[in-house]
């Protein structure tokens, strides 16, 4: 189940009504999908994309989005950290970042024009957007593994053009769930910290 903690404000969410209506104003939607007995653990990317069908055909129509993808990121991934490296300092894409998490977990942190920084910390069942041109990164949590079905309407409007301003080494790469793992916050490329509910 997602979460939203906005750190300058001491504030988290975890409501999804009120998840939905904090996020509106930035173009951001949540969805929670159903994922209880859809896919086993040994899942292949197709039989992931063929057990999400409908909902993925859904969001195509309603989104001009052309194409779907299954991305797996674990700790056996060659050349993970640098993978992850690409993706945890700020930047935006020419297109939405679609994101539905199969399995795993990771946390989106959104730093806003208007409003304040936040993040989202996303598990199993979670669909995020994070609109075009807005600026934000990605931590995986300390089990350094997601699952995730990527949407797009080009994949070449997913490259990330990097904003250099230094924002996202202010912030720890938090993550909000059941256990809390102590970890190095300057080391951002191996996993984010969990805190305790
Ligand atoms: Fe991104």
Same mark, same amino acid.
């Given at each position: 189940m997602a979460k939203i903690h906005v750190p300058d404000e001491n504030r988290e969410i975890s409501d999804v009504q009120a998840m939905r209506e904090f996020l509106k104003p930035f173009g951001i939607w949540y969805e929670k999908w159903d994922v209880a007995g859809? =896919? +086993? *653990?040994?899942?292949?990317d197709q039989e992931i994309l063929e057990a999400y069908s409908s909902e993925i055909e859904r969001l195509k129509a309603q989104g001009g989005f052309v194409t779907a993808d299954v991305i797996n990121v674990n *700790?056996?991934? *060659? $050349?993970l950290d640098a993978m992850l490296n690409k993706f945890n300092k700020e930047h935006t894409h020419s297109e939405d970042e679609i994101r539905f998490t199969v399995h795993g977990s990771g946390v989106f942190h959104i730093h806003p024009d208007q409003g304040p920084l936040f993040s989202i910390t996303v598990e199993s069942g979670d669909l995020v957007n994070v609109p075009r041109g807005t600026k934000h990164w990605f931590n995986l949590c300390s089990d350094r593994t997601i699952r995730c079905i990527r949407l797009f !309407? @080009?994949?070449? +409007?997913?490259?990330p053009h990097y =904003? !250099? $301003? +230094? =924002? @996202?080494?202010?912030?720890? *790469?938090?993550c909000w769930g059941p256990s809390y793992l102590k970890a @190095?916050? &300057? @080391?951002? &490329?191996?996993f984010a910290i969990e805190i305790a509910e």
């Open positions: 859809r =896919v +086993g *653990p040994q899942a292949t *700790p056996a991934t *060659p $050349n !309407e @080009d994949s070449s +409007g997913w490259t =904003v !250099e $301003n +230094g =924002v @996202d080494r202010q912030y720890a *790469p938090l @190095d916050s &300057s @080391d951002r &490329s191996r």
